[in-house]
């Protein structure tokens, strides 16, 4: 070992926490599995260009998101469903490029994994090969187990999703709250153990009632990670535009903004339109001679 090299004793230090402590590699399910185990808990936003990504990444964020939510906040659809693989690939890139120490974790989009496991290692395999990310995410319990265990065979990461599940929003007929009253409650457990016990390194919660979410978060060894689904989970999970106030409207009732960057962008809009309206910009400083 040579001068610069850190000692085992450094090496284990700077995995103690996953808030600064890794800080010379991404972090890993290795990391996140034992954050669960001492009680740690941490937080999830998504991300969906490099330069956003970078500002999540430099503030410790463990780990990024790049969410098929991209469909309603970034590319103007009314539900995720139109959200294709080539727009995955590509944002998920961005966000790739644009950080050094969180892992990435990209979603497959609907109609990207729900035909055969086959597909779903496909295009699992375009987000890893294509855009570089640690992992995936799908949506599903029971019924995407087998999809989850062919990819975690062939070494693919990956992030279940359960509860609430975006894709499905039409059979859904929205966005309601998921297992309320005996049956749905043990549906949504059986779900969560069946996707546990197919590989899955993590489990997102969408839209549970928080009794249930803790039952669940203490009856799974793999961390959860929690949407609207009160505060016990391990983890929590933002869309970044809702909790930075970029949404325009009603936000979720789970959603703190936290900024309202709405407000600030469009103030600075108005700045930079009356300053060209009355001659200010570009002033002496901002010309070439």
Not at 45 to 59: I, K, R, S
Request: proline residues 5%; glycine residues 10%; negative net charge.
């Amino acid at each position: 070992m040579n001068a610069s090299s850190p000692s085992p004793a450094q090496n284990q230090a700077s995995t103690a926490t996953l808030y600064g402590g890794v800080v010379n590699r991404r972090v890993t399910v290795r990391d996140l599995a034992a954050a669960k185990q001492r009680g740690e808990k941490w937080s999830m936003l998504t991300a969906y260009d490099a330069l956003t990504a970078g500002v999540f990444d430099e503030a410790g964020t463990p780990v990024l998101l790049v969410g098929d939510s991209a469909g309603n906040c970034h590319l103007g659809y009314e539900t995720t469903v139109p959200v294709t693989m080539d727009q995955m690939v590509m944002l998920a890139a961005a966000v790739v490029r644009g950080t050094k120490r969180a892992m990435v974790v990209a979603d497959l989009p609907f109609g990207a994994y729900q035909e055969s496991p086959a597909q779903a290692m496909h295009n699992a395999a375009r987000l890893m090969k294509e855009a570089g990310v640690g992992a995936v995410k799908l949506e599903g319990g029971e019924r995407s187990a087998r999809a989850i265990e062919l990819l975690v065979e062939a070494g693919v990461p990956v992030m279940a999703h359960v509860g609430l599940t975006p894709q499905s929003v039409h059979a859904l007929g929205g966005y309601p709250v998921q297992g309320r009253g005996d049956e749905a409650a043990h549906q949504l457990l059986r779900d969560a153990k069946a996707v546990q016990q197919a590989g899955a390194f993590a489990v997102v919660l969408e839209a549970v009632p928080a009794e249930l979410a803790r039952q669940v978060t203490e009856q799974l060894a793999v961390p959860t990670v929690g949407i609207g689904a009160g505060a016990d989970c391990d983890a929590q999970v933002l869309v970044w535009t809702d909790f930075a106030g970029m949404t325009a409207g009603r936000v979720p009732k789970f959603v703190k903004q936290y900024a309202d960057l709405r407000a600030v962008l469009g103030d600075a809009a108005r700045a930079f339109a009356e300053d060209v309206r009355g001659g200010a910009f570009p002033a002496p400083e901002h010309t070439f001679h």
